[in-house]
């Protein structure tokens, strides 16, 4: 089956760094996760699911406010894997990271317009 595959979480101290990974399984060699937009987002304790970021499968990308100019969408489509590099973690970035794919445009940040979503990856930002 089509999804996606969080990688990258962790236990980090507040003002580091972490960069996770959003790579493809079960794709067809000849449908990669680059033909997709890809969305980042994460769900805390209690808390809804927050959109963060998403990347169009041409490479445009767009932010929430909450998290532009700390963090940074990429794709790499020779190793067939979207990143969200984080900088200035807060601890209220502690949240489980989900990526998403949808067609091919980032359009609402609105969940329910992504269609295959991974399995998360935990990250705890705490001193």
């Known amino acids: 089956q089509l999804r996606p595959v969080e990688s990258g979480g962790g236990l980090v101290q507040p003002g580091g760094s972490l960069r996770l990974s959003c790579a493809a399984s079960?794709?067809?060699?000849?449908?990669?996760?680059?033909?997709?937009?890809v969305g980042w987002f994460r769900q805390a304790p209690g808390k809804e699911r927050e959109a963060l970021s998403c990347?169009?499968?041409?490479?445009?990308?767009k932010y929430v406010d909450s998290v532009q100019g700390r963090f940074t969408i990429s794709r790499d489509n020779a190793k067939n894997t979207v990143y969200l590099q984080m900088n200035s973690l807060k601890p209220e970035d502690t949240a489980v990271y989900y990526c998403?794919?949808?067609?091919?445009?980032?359009?609402?940040?609105?969940?329910?317009?992504?269609?295959?979503w991974g399995q998360g990856t935990r990250v705890t930002v705490s001193s």
């Open positions: 998403a794919t949808r067609g091919t445009y980032c359009g609402g940040w609105g969940p329910e317009e992504y269609d295959k």
């Open positions: 079960g794709f067809t060699s000849g449908f990669p996760l680059n033909h997709y937009a």
């Open positions: 990347i169009s499968s041409s490479g445009s990308t």
